[in-house]
């Protein structure tokens, strides 16, 4: 089965801290890919490596766009954005960076179809009711604004603006950091069923061990900007062989 | 006037006003940077369009400038005066007898003719400013014709209102390829921009930007598919000449409320009640 996202050689460095060092990795479709990792060993500066926010001092990534695989860094800026736009989508921890918070929740979740050609104001807000009930929010708060919103309620705001344009690959870092425990279970919960529904692929961050597990088919392990170790997810919890990933497995609290 | 050079401004301002103007035309709809200089009237009273028409106007000009359609209001006055002293040119309040308008906030009811030159007032020429508040942001969506966000503007205003409640100032998409704030005219105003024999130049002293619309540029308003673009006007007939389908200012006549609506273009009212109805009269 051919690649939807590749990767190799990736190296970043933040003056003299090596972001990234040498990461290779290949992602199929409908495949849910984890990186976790202590604090400060590369995570984030992946994932906005992987989405093209971020160029790479080396290496390289190629994405399917439709027609094989390409270079990220020669596809140009327009339809890179194209591309974040429309078959992928960002899911950031705080969904108050990436919503309006003074523009309704319609209107949230509208903008990624707006800003991809549609101007049927019927279809945009028909589709905006049925994105909302996805998610689990009343379509009575159709018109709400998001800052009347609870903190999962914006996360699931969040998750319903990005799928509206039925992304085939989704970045999601620490999705549920942030949110109260049982808010976390909820939106994991949604997570899960929305992604095997949809057939996506995902791409996600966290260094929450629970998390990792609940989601993802593959691990990787990342500690000072390079990959320790990488399997399936239950293989490598259940056997973890690097010391880095012993600590973090055996940090978690028994429930 | 002695001590002046001709119309203010120095040959050499002059000059880069002009290639910023030339470049703009060559780009319609696009913003371009000019070193705006300092001018003898506070920024809002049109120091962007006083800069523009003094570097096009030429001694055989003759000038109209309008202040909300009105010729007689204090910052239409100056600045007539003020190109009559500096330049010595012939200046009128006839729209028909003008070469070169400056206005602020209006495009005359009489169809502007080829030849013509309109220079507008722009206090804000960015249509992205309340979308997007990174300059730099915005104008990397100019540069990518990324819009998007633009109809999330009037999303709201259609679902607070039920119908998009920009009376003013609604942005409009240039040759299919530019977002472009019309300047805070009227939407009323919005299709006369579209496809006008006349040259429109646009002049921001504040923000230091110069755009243009060279004659017979296409320019949409911006719309939704089930919401078209409708421009605004009170229901009512002009309480002087009568007219029905002229942009109408309300003014309060006293003070228990009553109010009357009279044109706001003064020229286009003055020449109705004179008996010589201009062109395009309705």
Redesign the interface.
């Known amino acids: 089965m051919p690649a939807l996202l590749e990767a190799a050689g990736l190296a970043h460095r933040f003056g003299a801290i090596p972001a990234l060092a040498g990461v290779s990795l290949s992602l199929r479709r409908q495949e849910i890919l984890a990186v976790v990792g202590e604090s400060g060993s590369g995570k984030t500066t992946l994932l906005n490596v992987l989405s093209g926010r971020l160029m790479p001092d080396e290496g390289e990534v190629l994405c399917d766009t439709g027609d094989g695989l390409r270079s990220l860094a020669r596809l140009g800026?327009?339809a890179l954005?194209l591309l974040q736009?429309t078959r992928w989508g960002f899911i950031q921890q705080d969904p108050r960076a990436s919503l309006?918070l003074d523009?309704?929740a319609?209107?949230n979740i509208?903008?990624?179809l707006?800003?991809?050609?549609a101007?049927?104001?019927?279809r945009?807000?028909a589709a905006a009711a049925e994105w909302l009930a996805a998610v689990e929010i009343d379509t009575a708060r159709l018109?709400d604004l998001p800052r009347h919103f609870s903190g999962g309620m914006l996360q699931r705001l969040q998750i319903a603006a990005t799928l509206v344009t039925g992304p085939e690959l989704v970045f999601m870092d620490e999705p549920t950091g942030g949110l109260d425990l049982s808010v976390q279970a909820r939106i994991l919960d949604l997570i899960r069923s929305l992604v095997r529904r949809l057939g996506l692929a995902v791409v996600l961050v966290t260094h929450d061990i629970g998390v990792a597990r609940l989601l993802a088919d593959r691990l990787i392990v990342m500690r000072a900007g390079r990959i320790v170790e990488t399997g399936l997810t239950d293989q490598v919890l259940d056997d973890p062989h690097h010391a880095c990933t012993q600590l973090l497995v055996s940090s978690v609290l028994p429930a | 006037m002695i001590g002046y050079n001709f119309a203010y401004l120095d040959e050499h301002t002059k000059r880069m006003i002009r290639r910023a103007i030339l470049k703009a035309v060559a780009i319609p709809g696009h913003q371009v940077p000019f070193a705006g200089r300092e001018m003898p009237l506070p920024y809002g009273w049109g120091t962007g369009g006083i800069q523009v028409t003094a570097s096009v106007i030429g001694q055989d000009d003759v000038l109209k400038v309008i202040d909300q359609g009105a010729d007689d209001t204090t910052n239409a006055v100056s600045i007539r005066r003020f190109f009559a002293l500096t330049a010595g040119v012939r200046t009128t309040t006839s729209t028909e007898a003008a070469s070169l308008i400056q206005t602020r906030h209006r495009i005359p009811e009489t169809p502007l003719r080829a030849g013509q030159i309109i220079v507008f007032q722009v206090p804000m020429p960015e249509p992205l400013y309340r979308i997007e508040p990174s300059r730099a942001a915005a104008r990397r969506r100019h540069?990518?014709?990324?819009y998007?966000?633009m109809?999330?503007k009037l999303?709201?205003d259609?679902?607070?209102f039920g119908r998009v409640a920009v009376a003013y100032d609604h942005p409009v998409m240039v040759n299919h390829r530019y977002l472009m704030s019309p300047s805070p005219i009227p939407a009323f105003d919005n299709p006369k921009l579209h496809l006008s024999p006349a040259l429109q130049l646009f002049g921001a002293g504040r923000e230091k930007r110069i755009y243009a619309l060279p004659p017979f540029t296409d320019v949409r308003s911006l719309d939704?598919?089930?919401?078209p673009f409708h421009p605004g006007r009170a229901p009512h007939a002009c309480a002087l000449c009568g007219a029905t389908a002229s942009y109408l200012d309300e003014i309060l006549v006293d003070d228990r409320g009553s109010r009357r609506f009279v044109c706001s273009d003064t020229d286009y009212c003055e020449t109705r009640r004179s008996g010589l109805l201009p062109s395009g009269a309705g």
């Not at chain 1, 101007?119 to 019927?122: D, K, L, N, S």
């Not at chain 2, 540069?143 to 990324?146: G, M, N, Q, S």
């Open positions: 800026a327009p954005r736009r309006r523009i309704t319609g209107g509208g903008e990624r707006m800003a991809t050609g101007r049927h104001y019927g945009i807000r018109d | 540069a990518l014709a990324d998007g966000a109809h999330v999303y709201e259609i679902t607070r939704f598919e089930d919401h």
